[in-house]
């Protein structure tokens, strides 16, 4: 009977070293979907609250490891200082969602608040921002986060990846699947993860989808973004925004 608790207890160990192995494949099976963007270019918004959002539909995000990067266009001066494409509330902006993205990793939180930051900019309600906070559930720690300064080094990490990117890009948003640029399709990101899921465990948004992606869409979609080389209100960084 002495040997009964010690056979047990090697079971449950079997059981949960199995059952993170599973757990453990099917997540480095996932696919890295990412979007290099800017908070205030009017076209990242649009692309985050009306099509992005539905990687949290039909079990997407159980395939996706999603990653947000909120720097684009902007650059940094010789000085160090940043500029960015929209201005210093850009600036601004872009430190406070690299901050929320750090605080709370899980993509259903961050997302939430940035959801609500880049609607308020689609609505032209930016002196509303801070309430998105309270509106997703979350503290006020980014804006901790920002004044003491951390939001800078988040960002100039940011810069350094967005620089590395091969090939460069050339616009925001720029997407990018298990590091293959959507370039101009980047609306069709749904059917570019569903392909390169190499997983059993297949969400029902990718059921129903075609086996090539759309490629008509390049062109409809081809001036809705913001160019590298559109330079608008550049500004040195700075908080701006209340």
């Known amino acids: 009977m002495a040997s009964h608790p010690s056979l047990f207890t090697a079971f449950l160990l079997f059981i949960c070293t199995a059952l993170f192995l599973i757990a453990s494949t099917s997540s ?18 649009d692309f985050i609250v009306n099509h992005l959002v539905k990687v949290f539909d039909k079990g997407l995000i159980s395939i996706v490891n999603l990653r947000l990067i909120p720097w684009g266009n902007a650059f940094l001066q010789p000085n160090g200082s940043f500029v960015c ?24 939180r961050h997302f939430r ?7 308020m900019s689609l609505e032209n309600k930016m002196n ?20 003491s300064g951390y939001g800078e080094v988040l960002e100039r990490k940011y810069a350094a990846e967005t620089s590395q990117l091969n090939p460069p890009h050339r ?17 069709n990101y749904v ?37 590298v080389d559109q330079t608008s209100n550049l500004t040195s960084s700075a908080p701006a925004i209340n």
């Open 128 to 147: 509303e921002w801070v309430n998105c906070f309270g509106m997703s559930g979350l503290g006020k720690a980014p804006i901790d986060c920002y004044t």
């Open 113 to 119: 608040f940035i959801h609500c930051v880049e609607k």
């Open 191 to 227: 059917s570019y993860v569903c392909q390169a899921y190499r997983g059993t465990r297949i969400p029902e948004a990718c059921k129903s989808l075609p086996l090539e992606s759309n490629s008509s869409q390049k062109e409809m979609h081809i001036n809705s973004v913001c160019y």
């Open 171 to 187: 616009f925001v948003p720029w997407v990018v699947v298990n590091n293959k640029p959507l370039l101009e399709d980047f609306e």
């Open 28 to 45: 480095s099976q996932n696919v890295t979907l990412s979007l290099y963007y800017e908070t205030l270019c009017p076209y990242c918004a």
């Open 85 to 108: 494409q929209h201005g210093t509330n850009e600036c601004f902006l872009n430190a406070i969602e690299a901050c929320t993205v750090t605080i709370y990793p899980d993509a259903v």
